[in-house]
């Protein structure tokens, strides 16, 4: 049965080969810290991996999407393309709009495209 920890003694010891330990002290010579500090390194950075490996799942995942979706409008322009929408644009005569709208040659540009 595993022992309760003792607050008194925040450090515990563990077990490892002596390569391992021999591993893990050069680590923490070049990182400049502690042994203990670098087992807390190490942990954060298997954390990170796994985060890592997930966000790569997911990006391959969405990678495969996007080529599907890609390939779904090629075959739309293939057969003629979408049919285009036609949306209503008020006319800005008579309406209150500000003065940087009224006159602004973009105005008939987005009305072409809508």
Do not use: C, H
Not at 2 to 21: C, F, G, M, S
Not at 41 to 67: G, V
């Amino acid at each position: 049965m595993p022992r309760k920890p003792n607050p008194l003694r925040p450090y515990t010891t563990v077990r490892i080969r002596r390569e391992t330990a021999e591993k893990l002290r050069r680590m923490a010579r070049e990182n400049d810290t502690t042994m203990g500090s670098m087992v807390e390194i190490l942990i954060r950075e298997r954390r990170l991996e796994e985060q890592l490996a997930k966000i790569e799942t997911a990006l391959r995942r969405q990678e495969m999407l996007l080529k599907r979706l890609l390939q779904a409008v090629e075959e739309l322009r293939a057969v003629g393309g979408v049919a285009r929408r036609e949306v209503e644009v008020p006319e800005l005569e008579g309406l209150e709009v500000p003065d940087f709208v009224r006159g602004n040659p973009w105005l008939a540009v987005i009305r072409e495209r809508a």
